[in-house]
């Protein structure tokens, strides 16, 4: 296995891709568009889900009340 992104935040890793490369190949190019969408799928999944912030009724609606 050949790695081919790491990103790290505070020492520990955060995302890393890794491929399969044999080792008669010194060299391989990768579409940079692919990586990207990899990383991005990868970081979304990894972001905490962010809660939406309960708001107050309208002075109005609570009047009715």
Do not use: S
Request: charged share 35%.
């Amino acid at each position: 296995m050949k790695t081919l992104y790491a990103l790290k935040r505070n020492g520990q890793d955060v995302v890393t891709v890794e491929m399969d490369v044999p080792d008669f190949v010194p060299r391989t190019t990768i579409n940079r568009e692919w990586l990207k969408g990899v990383v991005t799928e990868e970081l979304v999944q990894k972001q905490p889900v962010r809660r939406i912030r309960n708001t107050r009724p309208a002075k109005r609606e609570k009047a009715r009340v």
